[in-house]
């Protein structure tokens, strides 16, 4: 017969791990769907330094790493499989991976948020071959390269001196005259000799066969088109919500976040939301965790309303 647990928590970043240790501390059962991309937009960032907690900072990675081993200490059950859709019309709710079919009395969506494309079809046609959207990824194969980081926030800012640590020089290629980063970031970035900056300017085209050779720009003030020489193109133009398997059964804005309809509670009672699925404006690990035991917290209570026992295996 299928277990039917407290909580299954969708997504494994700061905001799933969160929930799912304060969920399973509280004696409620917990299954986590971690996807095949376990850890979230952290897996992707090296050094993490706004952390409290962290006073010399920590990678990404290694702090993943110990959010799931605090997560696994309190009995969590982790599972490495992503959703493929969920049956929101009565409780238990069943979600179906692409192994299994599972249960539960309530849900946490924290499938985070994904890196925004330009969409060219150049662009994805040298995906993997010189255009990436992950610096600490592949920055490694751009040693004494020249090569470009497009966007005008801090994530720009932080790929860019980033890849001083490989790259012979970054230009960071903004479209607007102003930059959205914040001034440490920006000054950090300016101050690095190895950084120089184009504003005003939209890449059109990526050009290259087998290999990234270059971009075409378009001034956005004069319409004047040119071509600049690079080797590398990193994406850093901001994000979008990983939500697309919740639309037209969970309430979400224009842009595709979820909107909570009382605290973290989303339209669907039983169903919870936490983390960047949420937060179009601070997008912090931090705020994520906190989203993460805001929505433990209320769903715990939310149950205990429902008179629901979940402390304990539940077995149909």
Known sequence: MAKIYGVIIIGSGPAGYTAAIYAARSNLSVLMLQGYSAGGQLMLTSEVENFPGFETGILGPEMMEKFESQARRFGTEMLPEDVISVDFSQRPFTVKTDLGEYQSRSIIIATGASAKWLGLPSEKQLQG??????????????????????????????????????????????????????????????????????????????????????????????????????????????????????????????????????????????????????????????????????????LERWLAEQGDDVGVENWN
């Not at 398997?245 to 939301?273: C, H, Q, R, W």
Request: charged share 25%.
């Open 129 to 298: 071959r010189g255009v990436t959207a992950c610096a600490t990824c592949d920055g490694f194969f751009f040693k004494n390269r020249d090569v470009i980081v497009i966007g005008g926030g801090d994530t720009a800012m932080e790929e860019a001196t980033f890849l001083t640590r490989y790259a012979n020089h970054i230009t960071i290629v903004h479209r607007r005259d102003t930059f959205r980063a914040s001034k440490i970031m920006q000054d950090r970035a300016a101050k690095n000799p190895k950084i120089s900056f184009l504003m005003n300017s939209e890449v059109t085209e990526v050009l290259g066969d087998e290999a990234v050779t270059g971009v075409r720009l378009r001034n956005t003030k004069t319409g004047e088109e040119s071509t600049f020489d690079t080797q590398g193109v990193f994406l850093a133009i901001g994000h979008q919500p990983n939500t697309e398997l919740f639309k037209g059964v969970i309430d979400m804005d224009a842009a595709g976040y979820i909107v909570p309809s009382e605290f973290t509670m989303t339209n669907i009672p039983g169903v919870f939301a936490a983390g960047d699925v949420t937060d179009h404006r601070y997008r912090q690990a931090i705020t994520a965790a906190g989203d993460g035991c805001r929505a433990a917290i209320d």
